[in-house]
């Protein structure tokens, strides 16, 4: 039996959806555990390309368990559009289980995610949009609507008729915005509560089960560690946490149980959204990196930020979440470069510092201090074990394990499942 905790280590995208794809074949359970429809993870397999937003990456394989935890906020229309697609291509969703803990995004919270970003102006969090911050600010405040709240048609109306006033005069008093309806909003999530009722389910007493039969578990991150709210570029970061001990919070599998926090890095780094970004490529190499690795969001189709890898931010990472392995991915994208060049400390106001700084106004000033090592200049994308990749490659792989104080058990040289090198098995 193995619980492994898979996580975000940089700022998101990092390949997640591919490499729980991959450990997913060994898993009686994978649970997604913070988050929402923020996330995109990409999914590669001989079924086709798959973009997933809530639903687990385990999917693909009929006798693995999809929990969405309790930890997730729930957008029910993207869940049922999303289930509906995947069943249109073949892919059975019967496995699907959903946590009655898990909150519901209500339409004011995506209303208010948008119009609080209008307001913030060119200090905008560059959010997806999805009304996940403001769901999140609900759940923590004690107003928000969780799934069991859905499913039984009085309990839903009570609680939808004490929130829906109060968000209605943020609408409209502070925002100028229109009023909700009360009866349109709950025909909507009532027809949604109606379809999703059979996968409503204490998902935490399962998950105890699973853990009492020995199961092997794996437990699906979403975002990254430097979009963690505590942790990450604050205020630049999202409303719930990507870490290993998120994976606890959002599945109620405690601290214990989690044998493998695996760590998934891209090769280089890359960022979406608005914030400080120390290694962004603002030239020609940015560029060439985003339209050779196609770096467009998976949610929201944004160009995404692109540059070199930061050791700085990947071993502030490594300690936080105490990854067990890291997995590299993307490494074939940087098979043309002449020369890589790694990010080892930030030079702020006539300093140099190795250590991430909590101010966002000190990371967007810094200069940061690279290691330049030479390129390889060979395409990996066809090796399958270790010895056949080029030396160069090697000793980058190397001088990165070194610098963020993690081994690389797997490394990601294509998206699709197959193009994957496992130096040690994760589970
Ligand atoms: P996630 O959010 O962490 O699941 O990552 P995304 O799916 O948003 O973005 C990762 C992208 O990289 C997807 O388009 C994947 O298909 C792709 N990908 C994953 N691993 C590799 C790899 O090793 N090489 C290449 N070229 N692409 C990869
Ligand atoms: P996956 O799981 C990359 C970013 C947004 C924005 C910030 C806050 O695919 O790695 P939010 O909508 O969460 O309030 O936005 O967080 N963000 C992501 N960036 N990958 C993601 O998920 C992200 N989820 C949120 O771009 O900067
Ligand atoms: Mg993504």
């Known amino acids: 039996m193995s619980v492994v905790a898979v996580i975000g280590a940089q700022w998101g995208d990092e390949g997640k959806g591919?490499?729980?794809?991959?450990?997913?074949?060994?898993?009686?359970?994978?649970?997604?555990?913070?988050?929402?429809?923020?996330?995109?993870?990409?999914?590669?397999?001989?079924?086709?390309?798959?973009?997933?937003?809530?639903?687990?990456?385990?999917?693909?394989?009929?006798?693995?368990?999809?929990?969405?935890?309790?930890?997730?906020?729930?957008?029910?229309?993207?869940?049922?559009?999303?289930?509906?697609?995947?069943?249109?291509?073949?892919?059975?969703?019967?496995?699907?289980?959903?946590?009655?803990?898990?909150?519901?995004?209500?339409?004011?919270?995506?209303?208010?995610?948008?119009?609080?970003?209008?307001?913030?102006?060119?200090?905008?969090?560059?959010?997806?949009?999805?009304?996940?911050?403001?769901?999140?600010?609900?759940?923590?405040?004690?107003?928000?609507?969780?799934?069991?709240?859905?499913?039984?048609?009085?309990?839903?109306?009570?609680?939808?008729?004490?929130?829906?006033?109060?968000?209605?005069?943020?609408?409209?008093?502070?925002?100028?915005?229109?009023?909700?309806?009360?009866?349109?909003?709950?025909?909507?999530?009532?027809?949604?509560?109606?379809?999703?009722?059979?996968?409503?389910?204490?998902?935490?007493?399962?998950?105890?089960?699973?853990?009492?039969?020995?199961?092997?578990?794996?437990?699906?991150?979403?975002?990254?560690?430097?979009?963690?709210?505590?942790?990450?570029?604050y205020p630049f970061v999202t409303s719930s946490s990507p870490l290993a001990a998120g994976a606890c919070m959002g599945s109620g599998i405690n601290p214990r149980r989690i044998d493998r926090v695996v760590g998934i890095f891209k090769a280089y780094t890359t960022r979406v959204g608005g914030g400080p970004m120390p290694t962004e490529l603002k030239d020609e190499v940015g560029e060439y990196i985003r339209q050779r690795a196609h770096e467009y969001g998976t949610t929201t189709g944004r160009a995404r930020r692109c540059g070199w890898f930061d050791a700085v931010v990947g071993r502030y990472s490594t300690n936080l979440n105490g990854f067990t392995s890291g997995i590299l991915t993307r490494l074939d994208v940087l098979d043309e470069m002449d020369t890589v060049k790694i990010c080892i400390g930030y030079k702020i106001g006539g300093r140099t510092v190795d250590r991430f700084p909590a101010d966002a106004a000190a990371l967007e000033s810094c200069t940061p201090v690279y290691e330049e090592l030479p390129g390889w200049k060979v395409n990996t994308?066809?090796?399958?074990?270790?010895?056949?990749?080029?030396?160069?490659?090697?000793?980058?792989?190397?001088?990165?394990?070194?610098?963020?104080?993690?081994?690389?058990h797997i490394i990601s040289i294509g998206p699709r499942r197959d193009q994957s090198i496992v130096r040690k098995k994760v589970i």
């Not at 009085?154 to 609680?159: A, H, I, N």
Request: hydrophobic share 40%; proline share 4%.
């Open 18 to 233: 591919k490499i729980v794809d991959l450990l997913a074949e060994k898993a009686d359970a994978v649970i997604r555990f913070s988050g929402g429809d923020n996330a995109g993870h990409t999914v590669i397999n001989p079924g086709g390309e798959f973009k997933l937003h809530l639903v687990p990456s385990g999917i693909f394989y009929p006798r693995t368990a999809c929990i969405i935890g309790n930890g997730v906020v729930i957008n029910p229309r993207v869940l049922l559009e999303e289930m509906d697609s995947l069943k249109a291509r073949g892919v059975d969703t019967g496995n699907l289980h959903i946590s009655d803990r898990a909150h519901i995004i209500m339409p004011w919270d995506i209303l208010l995610d948008r119009l609080d970003e209008e307001k913030r102006g060119p200090e905008a969090i560059g959010t997806t949009g999805k009304g996940i911050g403001p769901a999140f600010a609900d759940k923590t405040a004690r107003k928000g609507i969780r799934a069991c709240d859905i499913i039984d048609a009085g309990t839903f109306r009570s609680r939808l008729a004490s929130l829906m006033e109060p968000n209605n005069e943020l609408l409209t008093r502070l925002y100028n915005a229109a009023a909700l309806d009360f009866d349109t909003v709950f025909r909507e999530y009532s027809a949604y509560a109606g379809r999703l009722a059979p996968y409503i389910k204490d998902t935490t007493s399962m998950i105890s089960d699973l853990l009492e039969r020995g199961s092997n578990i794996v437990l699906e991150g979403a975002q990254g560690t430097m979009l963690d709210t505590d942790f990450g570029s």
């Open 381 to 408: 994308s066809d090796a399958r074990k270790a010895g056949e990749l080029p030396r160069n490659a090697r000793r980058y792989i190397r001088r990165l394990e070194e610098l963020i104080g993690c081994q690389f």
